[in-house]
């Protein structure tokens, strides 16, 4: 069956702390994404890999960084967090041309 | 570039009434479409998707959808909700840019009457 896990599904951190947020996926999938989710905006893309220590930038890459150090895991990083950071979180992952499998998410807040 | 417009935040039917979410979205060429749901809490989950052939597709959970090109639109269907189909709705075009991205609407939150 097909999996996408996250870390936290819930995380405090403070402003101006660095946080990780680590997706992994067991499905060997070539693709993986970085979402953020706000009400009434849907799924904004962040960044985005199509191989391992490959990445690009989605639309909304400002105040981010990521990591794919190995194919089956992609980490975000918000190097100095702030509160407009509070949002949900999504990792998702999918083959060349598929469509795509998400995780449960990490809500993160920002205090 | 593409975009997708969902242009109900929110809707409520009853339970057995029938639904149909819209969805328009602005893409040169054939799109690639799709229908996630998300459930309160959840991740997203793929109802159905179009790449071509067949304008009208089946999905999971009884959803349907028909694509038409003259109106830009990916509508999606069911013939009689149930109570746990209340969750949030998400059309989504694909953006071919090194990997396939996909470009979301806003979605549609749907509430279930009993």
């Known amino acids: 069956d097909v999996k996408v896990t996250q870390s936290s599904r819930y995380l405090v951190k403070r402003t101006g702390e660095k946080v990780f947020l680590e997706c992994v996926q067991d499905?060997?999938?070539?693709?993986m994404f970085w979402y953020r989710q706000d009400p009434g905006l849907g799924l904004r893309l962040i960044y985005f890999?199509?191989?391992?220590?490959?990445?690009e930038k989605g639309d909304i890459p400002e105040g981010y960084s990521v990591s794919r150090e190995k194919k089956e895991r992609f980490s975000l990083i918000l190097e100095s967090a702030s509160t407009n950071q509070t949002s949900m979180y999504l990792c998702?992952?999918?083959?060349?041309?598929?469509?795509?499998?998400f995780g449960p998410g990490t809500r993160l807040t920002v205090t | 570039a593409q975009s997708v417009t969902q242009p109900d935040i929110h809707i409520t039917v009853s339970e057995g009434a029938s639904l149909e979410l819209r969805c328009n979205y602005s893409?040169?060429?054939?799109?690639?479409l799709f229908w996630y749901v998300q459930s309160p809490g959840q991740g997203l989950q793929l109802l159905l998707k179009?790449?071509?052939?067949?304008?009208l597709v089946q999905g999971i959970k009884g959803f349907e959808a028909e694509f038409k090109r003259s109106q830009s639109s990916f509508n999606l269907r069911k013939p009689s909700v149930h109570w746990s189909d209340a969750a949030e709705y998400f059309c989504a075009v694909a953006q071919f840019q090194g990997a396939q991205k996909l470009v979301f609407g806003q979605g549609t939150r749907l509430t279930i009457n009993p």
């Open positions: 890999s199509y191989d391992v220590k490959m990445k």
């Open positions: 998702a992952s999918s083959l060349a041309e598929g469509e795509q499998y």
């Open positions: 499905m060997d999938h070539e693709n």
């Open positions: 179009y790449f071509s052939g067949d304008t």
């Open positions: 893409y040169g060429a054939t799109p690639y």
